[in-house]
């Protein structure tokens, strides 16, 4: 099935940076989606992106829709400790419901 | 409180133990899906159900059973499971529709021994 390259695949960071992530695919996707997961919980949605070009931003997290519909990117600005998770994209093809994930970026933040 | 809660939280089960795991959801969405993740696998998508209808079975062995009474509720039933089906089991829903995202419980630690 479609996958989506998630990388980096996990990142060590020291509080106050800023963090980059991207999903890459080789196939156009109609809608990019940003996923947070904590420890012992379920993913939970911070950011959907509809639009190429689309940037979106929710609080210190801004996203990107990608130009050409086959990635999206993930800025997080003045990391603090609970910024610590994994991570997710998640995008979907026109024409369908489901959404293809991306293999998660774990971020670990010291403080 | 996300909106959908999983139960039971916690699950340690022997391979001869039957076992049901139960999702629930008052959001209104019609689509409800089960997700297995493993350590360092990507979220695998194990069945679909789409207004009560199961629209999607990924390969997912017989071990595992599915079951939708209504538009609310999502069960996974479990019998003889292996100790590799160890994981956690996460529940999502959303609406039917393109261009929603998908609202997930908490999931389910099962342990099989």
């Known amino acids: 099935g479609q996958q989506l390259n998630q990388n980096p695949q996990s990142m060590f960071i020291q509080e106050g940076e800023d963090v980059s992530m991207n999903c890459t695919s080789s196939?156009?996707?109609?809608?990019w989606l940003w996923y947070k997961q904590d420890p012992g919980e379920g993913p939970v949605l911070l950011i959907a992106?509809?639009?190429?070009?689309e940037l979106t931003s929710n609080g210190r997290l801004t996203a990107q829709f990608g130009i050409t519909r086959k990635d999206s990117f993930l800025n997080i600005s003045a990391s603090i400790p609970s910024d610590v998770g994994i991570y997710f994209c998640?995008?979907?093809?026109?024409?369908?419901?489901?959404?293809?994930f991306g293999k998660g970026t774990k971020l670990t933040v010291n403080p | 409180e996300t909106g959908v809660t999983q139960t039971p939280r916690h699950l340690v089960m022997g391979m001869t133990n039957k076992k049901s795991l139960k999702c629930e959801q008052h959001?209104?969405?019609?689509?409800m899906y089960w997700y297995k993740q493993s350590a360092k696998k990507p979220l695998e998508l194990m069945f679909v159900?789409?207004?009560?209808?199961?629209?999607e079975n990924n390969s997912v062995p017989s071990r595992f059973s599915p079951e939708c009474p209504n538009s609310s509720h999502l069960f996974l039933h479990l019998h003889t499971l292996q100790p590799e089906d160890s994981a956690l089991y996460l529940c999502?829903?959303?609406?039917?529709?393109?261009?929603?995202?998908?609202?997930f419980g908490s999931g389910t630690r099962l342990t099989v021994v």
């Open positions: 999502a829903s959303s609406p039917t529709g393109i261009g929603y995202g998908y609202t």
């Open positions: 196939s156009i996707f109609n809608t």
């Open positions: 992106l509809y639009k190429a070009g």
């Open positions: 998640a995008g979907r093809q026109g024409g369908s419901e489901k959404l293809v």
């Open positions: 959001l209104g969405h019609n689509a």
């Open positions: 159900y789409s207004l009560e209808e199961r629209v």
